[in-house]
């Protein structure tokens, strides 16, 4: 028995060696780049298009590009914290433009990039999103017009446009309910599903009926018992959902509202790319959510979630400068935005809109858009949490109200 | 016929009790096997089956759950990342622990006393105290992200209950024998490896299978410390695993299985060694 | 004196320092950093700072209602296991005692989830309480009763986790009071039966005092791992929902690497729970030290 324990220790160590051993010292002419991309459902395209630089890179200049691609599913933020404050030395990595980047930029770890070719190709209209303190520090990857999804076979079969005011959603509500589908998917197991109420709700009543409330906020003196109807729409969507929504994730939510049983659905058409992976024939538009029975806050949301940054401390700069460019490359670049049903933001990128953004382009056409409002990480953390309870009954809106409001303060700190 | 019946049912009167019981623990052992069970089960299932049916039998053996599995999460690679780590930490506490535990045992000094002290009241500090301050003194030692800095943290970690066990064990042993060894000419180091250490096998073994079971499983550290997926342990990996495929329970069923089988092996070989290291390890803790 | 020093303390501190080093290096440095951050209010990122002395600690203790919540449900949970893993332990060790073909078997049975990780056990889990027991619920209509939201409802998780931890760990607390069992004298069993004890009195008079150090280390054994329970609840329902399964080790993790920005916080809390066990810790020792010298 002794022996057989030695020899098996021996065994594992001595492969162990083998294997860490075995990448050996790496020549001039190869880099490692370490990425960090907090999108795995595109992992997919995402290691498609890098293998598609390293390729070029190799040929132009020599240099063999390899990838130590990281792509987190859950809890990406904190990860990437991590890796900041352990100083592995990570060169490129995804962040949100609005709520990642100023906090990123302010710690040092966002390169400046206007100088960059990449930042003549951008849209003028997408330029202020990923700058920070009047330079530029990102390239935009994702830019989202959005509200609700809502399925369009549904409503045409019964002949209703989407609501504008509560009222108008109450009567969908019915005829949706008569004709035998359940009006809204509830997907809240993972916290930012019911997270995203928050800035449909804050964005909304801010760009109409409550233009102070963030500055207020701000200035310490607001709170979310200000905004009267905050509840009316979370009330009449957590009524008219699904049972047991806590057990459905955004992978399930994907499943269930492409099977067709949902009318409607608070998601944002990022999510496009699952729906179709599930039927491809899907079809769906984006409306925006109404908030009460004045039709001005009802608008789409329009942001920049996902952009890809330079760590300045990288080792690899000049090549993670030269991928960052490559992002928005002349020739490739518009295959790759549209294989991840991403929206056009750049002179470069030629492929037709989808269906669904035209359907959002509708409304931001009127006039109904704005820009998404700056409400502070910690707070929408704290709303996935607290959403959660308030469905479950477990907190009630004066609860809801007071940890909102602490988060915010404690945000100001 | 009837009279085999009527002894049947006399002896079954008879044992009432002992058959109740066999009753009870079956539903036990059921309660306790049943989950694995039907992770095995169903890892052999493609995806679609699953969702019909979780408890049918699979139609035919599909291997591909688990040749994927093994592919993405690079089984092989971190399986060894695991075992180096694993073997490196336990030979490091065990050799650590012993010389520090013998010899704060010896020694009848106040330094001697006051450093065992130390030691053991640090057992009350949960890791999850020192863990964010643990991440920032890592990356200063520069021993972060690297499978040869992990084990280091173990033995910073793992270190004092095991000096606690073998500081009660020395006292079981005659200090004639490192006076005999001294009189014969050894020095200090040759007296404690040639002629104790062989003397502490069975807290050896004990402190060996106690800390194989905590690093093998160990998940938080890893998280923490590893930031190159070439380095990740093999529970890491399957949580980075099922991140990715949350719904496709055919994949992780099959990740989660492959994970299992090095465990369940070592348990089945070392069964009688496990069960004694957790006795020990618990009478005299 | 320096003869003695040459003598004594140098091999000391040669054959301690291994052991000292990585012990210092690794566990009080960082203890002393984590005093330190919780004094101030660093949001981890930014190179500057201020001291700002116990006001993290107010905060932690008086204006932070997630946090109450997750000391009130680490207590909730550490009793509600201590006391269940230890009762239903001891009962199967003492039916295992008593049977005398497959003890091995139902040994080798009841200890295997214990071998397999807290994470693992929690995948395997999410599986059934998501996917098995709804299927099983839908085919015997006599156990449709499970067919709950076993995750999603704040109550019901809270069961979930203790189901799961008591399938790992029941193993483990029964193997020790196993041991003990079969420590006690069979002559002083026998003695008892001729006097005419019946099962329970034998139990309370003879069976419990035998093994009450056993019972003193399982119960210290259960309320440490449940005082320091991450690995599952993280597996399992990662806190939710809402906040209603963050155990103290959880919330720590989540205000320290979250986006919450506030790392001093954080580590104020560390402190605390570092407290909060060592209380725990020396009461148990006195209360248990006293019963044994009393039985």
């Keep these: 028995m002794k022996k057989l324990l030695l020899v098996f220790t021996t065994t594992l160590l001595f492969f162990s060696l083998l294997t860490s051993c075995e990448g050996g010292p790496a020549g001039p002419k190869q880099v490692e780049l370490k990425v960090f991309i907090d999108q795995p459902r595109f992992r997919k395209q995402y290691t498609a298009y890098l293998d598609r630089f390293a390729e070029k890179y190799k040929k132009e200049k020599g240099v ?22 352990s100083e592995e030395g990570i060169d490129i990595y995804s962040c949100h433009a609005m709520n990642d980047l100023p906090e990123y930029t302010k710690a040092g770890y966002a390169e400046d990039l206007s100088s960059q070719p990449f930042v003549n190709k951008l849209y003028d209209n997408i330029k202020p999103v990923v700058t920070v303190d009047g330079k530029i520090r990102a390239v935009p990857l994702e830019s989202l017009f959005w509200g609700i999804v809502y399925n369009k076979k549904i409503f045409n079969q019964l002949n209703i446009k989407p609501a504008l005011t509560v009222s108008e959603l109450k009567e969908n509500i019915a005829k949706i309910k008569a004709a035998g589908y359940i009006p809204f998917l509830l997907a809240y197991k993972d916290q930012w599903i019911p997270q995203l109420l928050l800035p449909l709700t804050v964005g909304g009543f801010l760009n109409s009926e409550y233009p102070d409330f963030i500055d207020n906020m701000n200035k310490g003196r607001g709170s979310f018992a200000d905004l009267k109807e905050f509840f009316t729409i979370m009330d009449l969507v957590n009524a008219n959902g699904n049972k047991r929504p806590l057990d459905i994730d955004a992978n399930l939510g994907n499943v269930e509202f492409a099977s067709g049983k949902y009318a409607m659905y608070v998601q944002g058409p990022w999510m496009a790319q699952g729906f179709l992976e599930q039927d491809e024939n899907f079809e769906f538009g984006v409306a925006p959510l109404p908030l009460n029975d004045n039709p001005e806050t009802a608008q789409i949301n329009i942001a920049v979630s996902t952009c890809l940054c330079v760590n300045p401390k990288s080792e690899n700069k000049e090549v993670a400068l030269a991928l960052i460019n490559y992002i928005l490359d002349e020739n490739d670049s518009s295959a790759f935005y549209e294989s991840l049903k991403f929206n056009p933001l750049a002179k470069v990128h030629k492929f037709e809109t989808y269906p669904w953004v035209n359907t959002a382009m509708t409304y931001v056409e009127q006039g109904k858009g704005y820009i998404d409002p700056k409400i502070p990480q910690p707070v929408k953390d704290e709303s996935g949490a607290v959403f959660q309870s308030y469905y479950l009954k477990d907190m009630s809106q004066a609860d809801i109200i007071n940890a909102l409001d602490k988060a915010w303060k404690s945000s100001l700190k | 016929m009837r009279q085999r019946t009527q002894t049947l049912l006399d002896n079954i009167n008879k044992h009432k009790t002992l058959i109740l019981i066999y009753i009870f623990l079956c539903a036990v052992c059921f309660f306790s096997l049943f989950p694995l069970f039907i992770t095995v089960l169903n890892s052999f299932k493609p995806q679609a089956q699953i969702m019909k049916s979780v408890i049918a039998f699979p139609r035919t053996l599909a291997f591909d759950n688990y040749k994927e599995a093994l592919e993405e999460m690079d089984f092989f690679r971190v399986f060894f990342n695991t075992a180096f780590i694993t073997c490196l930490s336990v030979m490091g506490i065990v050799i650590c622990a012993s010389m520090a535990g013998y010899k704060l045992s010896r020694n009848k000094s106040k330094l001697s006393f006051f450093l065992y002290l130390v030691f053991v009241s640090s057992m009350l500090i949960p890791f999850h105290s020192i863990m964010i301050s643990l991440v920032n003194m890592a990356k200063l030692l520069k021993i972060h992200n690297s499978v040869w800095g992990l084990p280091f943290v173990y033995v910073g970690i793992g270190v004092n209950f095991p000096i606690f066990l073998y500081h009660g064990f020395v006292k079981s042993i005659p200090v004639e024998l490192e006076d005999a060894a001294k009189i014969d000419g050894c020095n200090e180091h040759q007296t404690f490896f040639k002629i104790i250490f062989p003397l502490l096998k069975p807290i050896n073994i004990t402190v060996a299978i106690l800390q194989i079971i905590w690093i093998w499983n160990d998940f938080l550290l890893p998280l923490l410390m590893l930031t190159n997926s070439k380095h990740y342990t093999l529970i890491l990996s399957t949580v980075m695993f099922r991140g990715k495929y949350y719904v496709e329970w055919s994949k992780i069923l099959a990740a989660v299985v492959i994970t299992c089988i090095p465990v369940i092996i070592i348990y089945m070989l070392f069964q009688r060694h496990i069960v004694k290291g957790i006795t020990t390890g618990a009478v005299k803790g | 004196m320096i003869r003695n020093m040459k003598k004594h303390t140098i091999p000391l501190l040669v054959f301690v320092s291994p052991a000292l080093i990585a012990f210092i290096l690794i566990m009080l440095i960082p203890m002393c950093i984590t005093f330190f951050y919780s004094l101030t209010d660093w949001n981890g990122l930014n ?80 599986f059934i309480f998501l996917q098995v027991l709804p299927t099983i619920a839908k085919s015997v209509y006599a156990l449709r009763f499970l067919d709950q939201s076993w995750l999603g409802d704040s109550t019901l998780a809270f069961w979930s986790i203790v189901i799961v931890s008591l399938w790992t760990g029941i193993g483990y607390t029964m193997i020790i009071y196993l041991a003990a069992l079969q420590n006690i004298p069979k002559e002083i069993i026998e003695q008892s039966k001729i006097d005419g004890a019946n099962t329970f009195k034998r139990f309370i008079h003879i069976t419990l005092p035998m093994i009450v150090p056993a019972i003193t280390v399982c119960l210290f054994i259960t309320m440490n791992g449940a005082f320091k329970q991450f690995d599952l609840v993280y597996a399992l329902t990662n806190g939710g929902p809402g906040k209603s399964t963050r155990v103290l080790a959880l919330d720590i993790y989540l205000e320290a690497f979250s986006s919450n920005y506030r790392y001093g916080y954080a580590n104020a809390k560390a402190i605390i729970l570092f407290f909060v066990v060592l209380f725990l810790t020396l009461v148990q020792l006195k209360v248990l030290k006293k019963r044994e010298i009393q039985l």
Excluded: C, H
């Design chain 1, 64 to 85: 063999e590009v390899t990838y130590n691609l990281e792509m987190p599913d859950t809890n990406a933020g904190q990860l990437l914290r991590t890796r900041f404050a």
């Design chain 3, 47 to 126: 190179p500057e700072y201020n001291i700002v002395g116990f006001q993290n600690f107010i905060e932690a203790v008086a204006d932070d209602y997630g946090f109450r919540n997750s000391i009130f449900f680490t207590f909730k949970y550490a009793v509600v296991m201590v006391v269940l893993q230890n009762t239903i332990a001891l009962l199967l060790a003492l039916l295992v005692n008593r049977i005398k073909k497959g003890k091995t078997l139902l040994r080798t049975a009841l200890f295997m989830p214990n071998m397999i990780s807290f994470v693992i056990g929690a995948f395997i889990w999410s």
